[in-house]
């Protein structure tokens, strides 16, 4: 069997023909995030290579920032332990502005060596669009072992201006039998035992 991080980025890869649609602009110096059902249709055939905590969203951009950026929130007990783990991808140029109209995608995966007393999670992610993409790979660790894991999800569109950030897609687990209803609210994200959020914004390349 192949390794499974590579398949992981070959069906990433192979998902960005998602992406490759008429571009729709959003209001100059506005971000656009739009849920997306990413195994809808015949795409549901990616399921089992990318798992069940896998998600995507599409992304509009135009204005003057050069990229759009990807950051990695933990939570522990309530606590944003802010790990700071980002990536990004750089917008595209047009003759007045610059922007970008694709998706961004991510799956995350219990690997073959997770401790008995802690788990640990390969997060896989991608910004793709008919330009090409970028591919990202982190691990996340967590004191416990989990006993559950669950979607948090971005259910409506959501518009935010330059430099500000918008929650897009999280997940959530716990090593008790009880896990809360949850969204990026930080008075939800306080009940997690334990949760990560990606949030994204457009920015100035570093």
């Excluded at 059902?37 to 549901?44: H, M, N, S, V, W």
């Excluded at 897009?168 to 994200?189: H, I, K």
Aim: glycine share 8%; proline share 3%.
């Amino acid at each position: 069997m192949g390794n499974p991080l590579r398949i992981v980025l070959l069906v990433l890869s192979s998902l960005m023909l998602l992406a490759c649609s008429t571009s729709v602009r959003t209001q100059p110096g506005m971000l656009r995030i739009e849920p997306v059902d990413l195994f809808a249709g015949e795409d549901k055939k990616f399921k089992p290579f990318l798992g069940v905590m896998s998600g995507a969203v599409k992304v509009s951009y135009e204005g003057k920032k050069e990229a759009i950026r990807a950051v990695f929130e933990v939570w522990e007990n309530g606590v944003n332990t802010k790990t700071g783990k980002t990536f990004g991808e750089l917008t595209r140029e047009s003759n007045r502005n610059r922007y970008y109209d694709g998706q961004f995608l991510i799956s995350v995966a219990e690997p073959d060596w997770n401790k008995e007393g802690s788990s640990q999670y390969v997060v896989t992610a991608a910004f793709v669009d008919d330009k090409g993409h970028s591919s990202y790979r982190t691990e996340l660790a967590a004191d416990q072992k989990h006993m559950g894991s669950g979607l948090i999800q971005l259910h409506k569109s959501v518009q935010v201006s330059e430099q500000e950030e918008a929650a897009v897609w999280g997940m959530q687990a716990t090593d008790e039998n009880v896990m809360y209803v949850m969204d990026f609210s930080p008075e939800r994200l306080k009940q997690a035992k334990w949760a990560m959020v990606v949030k994204l914004s457009a920015v100035d390349e570093e």
